[in-house]
T-cell receptor, first 117, second 114 residues
Framework: AQKVTQAQTEISVVEKEDVTLDCVYE???????LFWYKQPPSGELVFLIR??????QNEISGRYSWNFQKSTSSFNFTITASQVVDSAVYFC??????????????FGGGTRVLVKP | DVKVTQSSRYLVKRTGEKVFLECVQD?????MFWYRQDPGLGLRLIYF???????EKGDIPEGYSVSREKKERFSLILESASTNQTSMYLC?????????????FGPGTRLLVL
């Protein structure tokens, strides 16, 4: 069975501070994909990144960066110089490669980030 | 841009009513999904469909059914709504690639069952 754990339920920071969201996963698949989504107050989940298990390079996109550590089964997400618009719930998700399963996503419980001005 | 729309943003129903939640996507995606979101539990998969008229149970299908008569439309049905089905319902769609394709989500429907 697959499992995704986001231990931090809520993080509060002041604008311009960096914030790191932890994501730890469990899977028996040797090949899998990891995702991060953002859910702003409007409710719609916005796709941020998809990473496959063979690619352990860290990735940076603007103020966002991701640190994938296969050895510790973690896929952490850092927002640098946070802004009020970053306030949202962030979800980490995991998908195996079993096509018959319809590429089902297993989500973590989410981390609410509150950025104060 | 991928567009996934859901018929209602907010819905209030009474216990025992039959409830229909509609989802439409405009990207010709093969896969469509229904999730429910509850605080602290993240999103949990109710049902998904990988083709017209095809459906598979997710993790929590009890009390729900689905219908996919056309490729772009995926309906979630609560046969007899109960208060424990009060939740946020999210629809998603994805293409059918070689590996897990990115799922794109609609804005969600907040359902309150009284």
């Amino acid at each position: 069975a697959q499992k995704v754990t986001q231990a931090q339920t809520e993080i509060s920071v002041v604008e311009k501070e960096d914030v790191t969201l932890d994501c730890v996963y469990e899977t028996r698949d040797t090949t899998y994909y990891l995702f991060w989504y953002k859910q702003p107050p409007s409710g719609e989940l916005v796709f941020l990144i998809r990473r496959n298990s063979f690619d352990e390079q860290n990735e940076i996109s603007g103020r966002y960066s991701w640190n994938f550590q296969k050895s510790t089964s973690s896929f952490n997400f850092t927002i640098t110089a946070s802004q009020v618009v970053d306030s949202a719930v962030y979800f980490c998700a995991l998908s195996g490669m079993i096509k018959a399963a319809g590429n089902k996503l297993t989500f973590g419980g989410g981390t609410r980030v509150l950025v104060k001005p | 841009d991928v567009k996934v729309t859901q018929s209602s943003r907010y819905l209030v129903k009474r216990t025992g009513e039959k409830v229909f939640l509609e989802c439409v996507q405009d990207m010709d995606h093969e896969n469509m999904f229904w999730y429910r979101q509850d605080p602290g539990l993240g999103l949990r998969l109710i049902y998904f469909s990988y083709d017209v008229k095809m459906k598979e149970k997710g993790d929590i299908p009890e009390g729900y059914s689905v219908s996919r008569e056309k490729k772009e439309r995926f309906s979630l049905i609560l046969e007899s709504a109960s208060t424990n089905q009060t939740s946020m319902y999210l629809c998603a769609s994805s293409s059918a690639g070689q590996g897990p394709e990115t799922q794109y989500f609609g804005p969600g429907t907040r359902l309150l069952v009284l």
